[in-house]
Every structure is written in structure tokens, then in C-alpha cells.
């Protein structure tokens, strides 16, 4: 029996090796492209992280190596967890869970992650409002107004002092119409460089609405003056009226300006001026509803009226 004690135990490693090379073979191995942020779990109420839980990258294996062609990292759940911990630096081991039964996680980089507890504080901060995507061609955004000023956020105290404001994250789309809509809006908390505070929080309960009124988008177009006169003199003529601007430039919706050619000054009424020569009046211009004067043009015209006598 001894004689053979080699040659046994030769088999027993070739049927090992061969064992593995069957199982290398039935599972395919794959590294997921996305990052996977971690998230604290069963974090106490009065309590609050003061770092970001940061990424990790995993290593999966599976049967089928057709599932690896959908997965992204929602189909992960990375978490630390939280439960009893208290206030102070922990370095805790990182978990993970995959959603689909016939993937697993054969490697988590890193596996662990350093983090600080602090308790939780509140304060008031002002918030604002950011758009983002875009509307179809010939739209814009007029005004917005949000139903809340300022909002209540949670964060840590070393976190806290680094708060500058909050902003209302206003998605735009093409299939929004013109009219005033109303939504609710995600909030972020921002320091004052402008970047996310990822461990600032305002409560879940509160809820801002947006409202958002979407009208054509505003263009410019230069129109000429014609002052309006009413009345006649009583001692002459009008021989010659001039308008100084002669032209202005005006804003408003495509399809009003398209409307029109020139626009009329408040009437001047001819029986108010007396004697001969060159008379100045200055009268404002009557503007359509939805058109306005462009920046920096003249609220009142001049106008030069020029009467001779018969």
C-alpha cells in the first residue's frame, strides 16, 4: 500500500486541478465598469457623517456570462453598517449585495472604509434655484418662483460651517409646453465654491414647489417712431414732424414683432400749442401688450414740430 502512497496522491491533485479547471470554465469573471458609491445604513437619527463613504469597484462572477451585458451599479447594494455605532472614527468593513441571485461578488476594492460620527445639528440656510436640460427651440424659461426662501438642512457640525446655500435643481425638458407649470423640485446643498455637500441634508418631509412660466422666447427688432398728432393749430400749418429717436429697438415674442412695423407716441393735440416756429413735445410710446423697450432705449421721445403761419 505504501508503494503506491505517490501515485495516489498524484491523482488526488490532478482530480483537484481538473476540479478547478471545470469550475473556472462554468463561471465567468467580470469587473463592472461603473464605481458603486457607498451608502450608510442604520445610521442613529441624532447622529451624522462628517466624510463621504466614496466608491468601490467590484469583481463579479456568474454562470451565464450573458447577465454582465445589463448590469450597472444599481443592481448592487454597498452599504456600511451603521447600527450601535456611535460618535467617533470608525473603519468598518464594506458590504454588498447583488440583486440578481445568479450574480456574486467575489471582490469589493477597497473592502473597508474610515468614517467619522459626529451628532446631528440644523440650520437655516437661503435657497435658490439652477436650471438644467433644455426646452424645444422657440422657448424660454420667464420667471420662476420656488414656494419656500429658505429650508432646514442636517449635517454634522464640521460639516455645517462649510454650508454656503441650497439650491432647487429645476429639470427642463422639450416636452414642456408653454404656460405656467408647477412641480416639486431635489434639492442640494452647496459650500461656497459651489460644490455638493454629499453629508447635507434637508428633511425628506419637506417638499418645494417650483413655479415656472414658459413663454416664446424673446426677440429683438428695430421699429420706427411715428408720433401721433390730434387737433390742429389755430394761427398756421404743421409744416415738418420729427421724432428723436427716429427708430427703437424692442423686445418681445417672435410672433408680436412680426406684427409690427412701426409703433405711435402718447397723442400730442396740435390745439395746446400756440405761435409759430418749432415746438417740442415729449411723449412716451404706446407699446403692445408682451413687448417691452430694449435695455438702455428712451422711456420719451422727443418730437420736433415745426408750424409755419399761412
Known amino acids: 500500500m505504501l508503494k503506491d502512497f505517490p501515485v495516489k496522491i498524484f ?6 486541478l481538473f476540479w478547478f479547471f471545470v469550475v473556472t470554465l462554468e463561471n465567468d469573471y467580470f469587473k463592472l465598469s461603473e464605481s458603486v458609491p ?5 445610521l442613529g437619527e441624532q447622529l451624522a457623517l462628517v466624510n463621504d463613504l466614496g466608491t468601490v469597484s467590484l469583481t463579479l462572477r456568474a454562470s451565464n456570462p450573458d447577465v454582465f451585458r445589463t448590469l450597472s451599479a444599481d443592481d448592487f447594494d454597498v452599504y456600511v453598517d451603521l447600527d450601535s ?8 468593513e464594506i458590504l454588498v449585495r447583488s440583486k440578481k ?3 456574486s461578488v467575489v471582490r469589493t476594492e477597497p473592502a473597508r472604509v474610515t468614517l467619522v460620527i459626529e451628532p446631528v445639528q440644523t440650520t437655516q440656510t437661503a435657497l435658490s434655484y439652477r436650471l438644467s436640460g433644455e426646452l424645444r427651440k422657440g422657448l424660454a424659461v420667464e420667471s420662476v418662483s420656488l414656494s419656500s426662501q ?3 438642512v442636517r449635517a454634522a457640525e464640521s460639516v455645517l460651517k462649510n454650508i454656503d446655500h441650497a439650491e432647487a435643481d429645476l429639470k427642463l425638458s422639450e416636452q414642456m409646453g408653454g404656460g405656467t407649470i408647477s412641480k416639486d423640485v431635489e434639492i442640494v446643498v452647496l ?5 455638493p455637500l454629499s453629508q447635507a441634508f434637508v428633511d ?4 418645494v414647489t417650483a413655479n415656472v412660466t414658459i413663454s416664446e422666447e424673446k426677440r429683438e427688432q428695430d421699429v420706427g417712431i411715428k408720433a401721433d398728432l390730434t387737433g390742429s393749430v389755430s394761427d398756421g400749418f404743421v409744416k415738418s414732424v420729427r421724432t428723436t429717436p427716429s427708430v427703437v429697438a424692442v423686445e418681445g415674442s417672435g410672433k408680436l414683432l412680426q406684427k409690427i412695423e412701426t409703433l405711435e407716441t402718447e397723442p400730442v393735440d396740435l390745439a395746446d400749442l400756440s ?3 418749432v415746438q417740442i413735445q415729449k411723449r412716451k410710446l404706446i407699446l403692445p401688450e408682451g413687448v417691452s423697450l430694449k435695455s438702455g432705449e428712451p422711456e420719451l421721445i422727443e418730437i420736433e414740430i415745426t408750424i409755419e403761419a399761412y
Open 11 to 16: 491523482a488526488l491533485f490532478l482530480a483537484a
Open 38 to 42: 457607498v451608502r450608510p445604513f442604520n
Open 85 to 92: 455605532q456611535g460618535v467617533g472614527e470608525k473603519d468598518l
Open 101 to 103: 441571485p445568479e450574480v
Open 150 to 152: 429658505f429650508v432646514t
Open 191 to 195: 459650500d461656497s465654491q459651489g460644490f
Open 204 to 207: 425628506k418631509d419637506v417638499k
Open 275 to 277: 405761435g409759430v416756429g
